[in-house]
């Protein structure tokens, strides 16, 4: 063997004995590349100086305030104003609690980004609301982790600002605007199979909303989704950077929240400062160690084998989108959301631009298909978390998740294999 095929088994064996070991995906990538380099004798300081690199672009700042401003609105008591919001549009329909958790999960989503926020804020008020007013405590779990996966693909998603660093400056903008459909398409799907679940088991409609209550629903509604407006708007209208929008929706949220509802103490801040540390310190060790991981894969020009063996298995690109699909849907099992990103788009973006697919388009095929995957053991995150709010075991929320689980199957072919469902939006908006 050359110097080169050992150099790639170095790096796929490493990498996998380190995850194996249970090792944080970070760390596994950074050990793995420098293993490799050293085989193949390239100084050490080129991983320092790539994982440096990695890091040094502007848009990343947008990241440490998308997940700012959802740590302040979540502590704020937003997540209870939402389903109000959410219970005014659709909870007198059957099984209308089911219908306000996703719905509720979508609006938090919105402003969050991240399926695990959303399953935990929004779960912790609409399970124990689903099991008091009868709805089976499975089902009120599935309904729930089902849902969350919507932050990951609505916009302002710090998940989408990920890839577009991992694709190589994608337009963050487009990625927002081509995320809107797919996640519209995504609510209707959970609408239809919650309602059909609850004719079937029999859930009760709604209590009817008092109409001296309307307009103050409205108002704090409005009120609690309008760090969303700001970063899209900002963002869409070209106003502002996304890292300015971020900046802006931050400040708003924090007089929202503590000086305008005063839900919680000003001490609180504290503590969604140091959580907010904890995470954007992940966050970032793994987008450097991840550049490291992506400069060796360029390096040994893995990306272009990965492509030539795609082609040799078939020139149809519907055959060639339904097994990285299926890759993908694999890999998202044991691999968390962000990690998966970063890895797997230096290697498949390559294969889906050789059949003509748009980057922005592959963008949010990888990114729902990564968000699937946090409802799938064993690393399946937004199900442990909803399972443990609901205080159902893994495999029954498992069970329950799966008609929904199923409804997501369709709406990611649909999204594959009929392009303008997500690139109407941009094209339109990009005139």
């Known amino acids: 063997m050359d110097n080169n095929t050992i150099a790639i088994i170095i790096l796929v064996v490493s990498f996998v004995l380190f995850v194996l070991l249970r090792f944080p995906i970070a760390l596994a990538l950074a050990a793995s590349s420098i293993f490799t380099i050293l085989y193949l004798e390239i100084p050490l300081s080129v991983i320092g100086q790539q994982m440096v690199q990695g890091m040094n672009s502007f848009s990343l700042l947008a990241i440490p305030f998308f997940i700012l401003t959802g740590q302040i609105m979540s502590e ?53 609301m689903m099991k008091k007013k009868g709805y089976d405590a499975d ?34 903008a487009s990625l927002f605007m081509a995320g809107i459909v797919p996640a519209l398409i995504l609510l209707a799907s959970l609408l239809v199979t919650g309602y059909m679940i609850a004719r079937k088991r029999g859930y009760a409609k709604g209590d009817p909303v008092p109409r001296s209550e309307v307009l103050g629903i409205l108002l704090h509604g409005f009120l609690s989704l309008t760090p969303a407006v700001i970063i899209l708007g900002g963002i869409i209208s070209g106003w502002f950077t996304a890292t300015e929008s971020g900046a802006l929706a931050c ?29 954007v310190a992940m966050v970032f060790f793994l987008i450097s160690a991840s550049a490291a991981f992506g400069w060796v894969l360029a390096y040994l020009q893995i990306p272009g084998m990965v492509t030539d063996l795609f082609l040799n298995i078939s020139d149809n690109p519907l055959i060639v989108l339904l097994i990285i699909n299926v890759l993908l849907l694999l890999l998202g099992a044991p691999m968390d959301m962000a990690p998966m990103i970063l890895i797997m788009t230096p290697i498949l973006l390559p294969v889906v631009t050789k059949f003509g697919m748009d980057p922005v388009h592959f963008g949010i095929i990888l990114i729902l ?13 937004v199900l442990f978390v909803g399972c443990a709010i609901g205080k159902v075991s893994i495999q029954q929320g498992t069970k329950a998740m799966l008609p929904f689980f199923y409804a997501m199957l369709v709406v990611l072919l649909i999204i594959t294999y009929f392009p303008e469902v997500v690139m109407w939006l941009p094209k339109l908006v990009a005139g």
């Open 76 to 128: 704020g008591g937003l997540a209870l104003r939402l389903v109000n919001l959410a219970n005014l549009f659709v909870g007198r329909i059957r099984g209308g609690l089911a219908m306000v958790n996703s719905v509720a999960c979508m609006f938090f989503g919105n402003i969050s980004g991240s399926a695990v926020a959303d399953a935990s804020s929004v779960g912790s008020v609409m399970i124990p």
């Open 139 to 172: 089902f009120s779990v599935g309904v729930t982790i089902s849902s969350a996966i919507q932050g990951v693909v609505m916009p302002p998603s710090h998940n989408l600002v990920l890839y577009s660093l991992a694709a190589g400056g994608v337009s963050i």
């Open 369 to 381: 298909n990564a968000g699937i995957g946090l409802l799938t053991p064993p690393v399946g995150t």
């Open 251 to 279: 400040l708003y949220s924090f007089i929202l929240a503590f000086v305008f509802y005063r839900e919680a103490p000003i001490s609180r801040m504290w503590p969604i400062l140091k959580r907010t540390l904890r995470t």
